[in-house]
């Protein structure tokens, strides 16, 4: 693999967020799957969220690599619409995709004005274990004027738990999950944060 460069999504062509909206869908796939078993329906329906000044993403041979996204007190990193959610997965499905996903991802956070919410990590699975995630992380931490970076992260992600903590994380919090255990594939969300001195 030859050198990772890190952009804005916003600096990438119409190809560039195609591909960051694959790696976003093949990497939450079994969040996903409920509604669409097609990856390609689900990045479709992924794509038009993306905030895209909100995102990082790593290229490698020209190609994406790994994401990045992150929220602050001025905004999330997602911003659904209902048409073209139903666009994608059809009338019924496209309206639950929109009522839970966008319920999840464009919640208020509450977040002070140095304070940044890591989420939307992924990487293509081509790279996994190439050290992406660590570069993106520490690009982020870098170009935002943040304090304290704050990430969620479920407890059945073991491989991104020993990275984060790697990474210089510590769980502050978990919570259970209550409803649908089996199907979202996990029982706890774990609230990890890292404090910068600047």
Not at 139 to 165: G, K, M, P, Q
Request: net charge positive; glycine share 8%.
């Amino acid at each position: 693999m030859e050198e990772v460069v890190i952009k804005r999504l916003s600096e990438l062509d119409e190809a560039g967020v195609e591909q960051a909206a694959d790696i976003f869908a093949d990497s939450f796939y079994e969040a996903l799957r409920m509604f669409s078993k097609d990856r390609a329906v689900l990045a479709k329906a992924m794509k038009h969220s993306f905030v895209r000044d909100r995102f990082f993403a790593a290229l490698a041979d020209g190609r994406v690599v790994g994401i990045f996204g992150y929220s602050t007190s001025e905004g999330r990193a997602h911003r659904f619409d209902k048409r073209q959610a139903q666009a994608a997965l059809g009338a019924w499905k496209g309206w639950l995709f929109h009522t839970f996903v966008r319920g999840e991802m464009e919640k208020p956070l509450g977040l002070t004005g140095r304070q940044c919410y890591i989420e939307s990590v992924a990487t293509d699975r081509r790279a996994r274990g190439k050290g992406i995630a660590t570069k993106l992380q520490h690009h982020l931490i870098e170009a935002l004027d943040c304090d304290e970076f704050i990430l969620e992260v479920v407890d059945t992600n073991t491989n991104a738990i020993r990275l984060y903590e790697k990474l210089g994380f510590t769980v502050f919090r978990k919570k259970k999950q209550r409803f649908f255990r089996k199907q979202a594939g996990f029982n706890e969300r774990w609230y990890m944060r890292k404090t910068v001195t600047r």
